[in-house]
């Protein structure tokens, strides 16, 4: 081709690269929608917002791959590593996991029981908008959420092995299910009650003795088959189990772990006062959640938003 022609069909052509290379693009390239972490969280307004359109309105039956599903070679291994860590967290991550939980204490079955919370589906759901950091999240970023508070322990490296393997487990729980789709018993289901009561302490602290000592310990502290629910070695006040209405949902729907489902809506909601009132360690940057001045209405802290919020525009 003569240079002149050349210079003239040089736009064109790269024009017709770009837009091959934009056209191969793989689809679960795109940054998945948001959907909420618990359906509980979805009552009070400003509780999160969808990044992008994804499926926001499709819903799949919840399905739990079967362990033969699992790929061969190091993916494989990583999934393997990521569940182990999530089962014991305590054991293989001590320098990041400092109370006496394990992540499966509040997602039970390493994530795979429905209306308790699961990892199903969750890898689909990042990265989504929190409104406690008031910023989008991926999904190690969540994690670390829980590494800080539920655990209240250390944020793992991002880039760490350690990370990449939870992560490669979400993933593969959540294989085929669509960028951004709502996976049936995904979170906790809202209860009413929640939302209209304080709860009563009293009441709680009978139906604790009654139902939940003989696991968690009269005093909360824990025990071989149940973690601790107050003191040094629990969740600190920044996790969302130290909440009233999510610390209800969990309880009124998996708890006791031997009868779950026994108690009333108005029982859980009782039982959750007493244990959120109860001491636990505290959580340094609590004060800095929220900082659109939007929290819900079951936090129990101040934060430095709202007396902004509160006196309205200048």
């Given at each position: 081709m003569p ?120 890898y689909?759901?990042f ?15 969540r ?35 669509p ?7 995904q ?128």
């Amino acid at each position: 081709m003569p240079r002149r022609q050349l210079r003239r069909a040089l736009p064109l052509l790269l024009l017709g690269l770009v837009t091959g290379l934009g056209a191969c693009e793989p689809r679960d390239a795109q940054p998945p929608a948001h959907a909420p972490n618990t359906r509980a969280e979805t009552t009070h307004a400003g509780a999160s917002a969808r990044v992008h359109a994804g499926a926001p309105d499709v819903v799949v039956p919840f399905r739990v791959p079967a362990d033969s599903e699992m790929p061969a070679g190091e993916v494989g291994a990583a999934i393997r590593r990521g569940r182990a860590m999530l089962v014991a967290t305590r054991e293989s991550l001590p320098a990041f996991a400092r109370s006496g939980l394990q992540c499966v204490s509040c997602h039970p079955a390493a994530g795979t029981t429905p209306n308790a919370m699961p990892w199903v589906g969750v890898y689909a759901r990042f990265p989504q908008y929190r409104s406690r950091s008031g910023t989008v999240q991926v999904i190690e970023d969540r994690v670390n959420d829980c590494f800080l508070r539920s655990l209240n322990g250390r944020a793992l490296p991002p880039a760490s092995r350690e990370m990449r393997d939870i992560v490669a487990y979400f993933a593969f729980l959540s294989q085929g299910v669509p960028v951004g789709a709502r996976v049936e018993g995904q979170g906790l289901p809202t209860l009413a009650a929640a939302a209209r009561s304080s709860g009563d302490t009293t009441r709680g602290a009978a139906l604790f003795a009654a139902e939940c000592a003989r696991c968690h310990g009269d005093r909360g502290q824990g025990s071989a088959v149940a973690p601790p629910l107050w003191g040094a070695r629990s969740f600190n006040v920044g996790a969302g189990m130290a909440r009233l209405r999510t610390a209800a949902a969990f309880i009124r729907h998996n708890m006791p772990r031997d009868r779950p489902g026994t108690l009333t809506d108005a029982e859980a909601v009782d039982v959750a006062a007493y244990v959120v009132s109860r001491p636990r360690p505290d959580f340094a940057a609590k004060a800095h959640d929220w900082p659109n001045g939007d929290p819900p209405p079951d936090v129990a802290y101040p934060t430095t938003a709202a007396p902004a919020r509160a006196a309205g525009p200048r």
